[in-house]
């Protein structure tokens, strides 16, 4: 049974595959830059098609783990660390937004993301890098955000 189950899921990556190979997809590192063929990162830096244990086809679980391998001390991104102990406390310390904690928190004013492509990139209700970061398309630039800095903290604090 578990064959036909998978079945659908094989046939659908095949045809994206496909369209992909024959130009009917359009590249991705034309617009993915950092994360390009030109810096040297593949889809498949991060993602593999059988057997990925993340919940996107990732090589780890957790995005904030996906992230981790390269945005660490010895990684390939350590000019940008991404370290727990960065996570902010409001009012108090830290220089990265919390991650790996519940959007929906009124008792910090923070409800989850208005914005449909933040709110579809919580994980499991959390917020994690991809929930502000756009991992795939930089067009709004630095630090690639999905909607503009101005606009960000709006988004989940009114």
Aim: hydrophobic fraction near 30%; glycine fraction near 12%.
């Amino acid at each position: 049974m578990k064959a036909r189950k998978d079945r659908p899921l094989g046939r659908f990556v095949s045809l994206v595959v496909f369209l992909g190979v024959v130009g009917f997809i359009p590249k991705a590192g034309a617009t993915d830059y950092p994360h390009s063929p030109d810096n040297g990162i593949q889809c498949t830096s991060c993602h593999r098609i059988k057997g990925a244990p993340g919940t996107r086809l990732t090589l780890v679980g957790g995005i904030v783990n996906l992230c981790k391998l390269c945005h660490s001390p010895t990684g390939s991104a350590s000019r940008f660390t991404l370290d727990y102990g960065d996570q902010g406390l409001p009012g108090t310390s830290g220089t990265s937004h919390g991650f790996e904690v519940p959007a929906d928190q009124p008792s910090y004013g923070a409800q989850p993301p208005l914005d449909s492509n933040m709110a579809r990139n919580l994980e499991d209700g959390k917020v994690v890098c991809s929930t502000c970061h756009n991992v795939h398309n930089h067009r709004n630039g630095f630090p690639f955000l999905w909607v503009s800095r101005t606009l960000m903290c709006q988004q989940c604090h009114g």
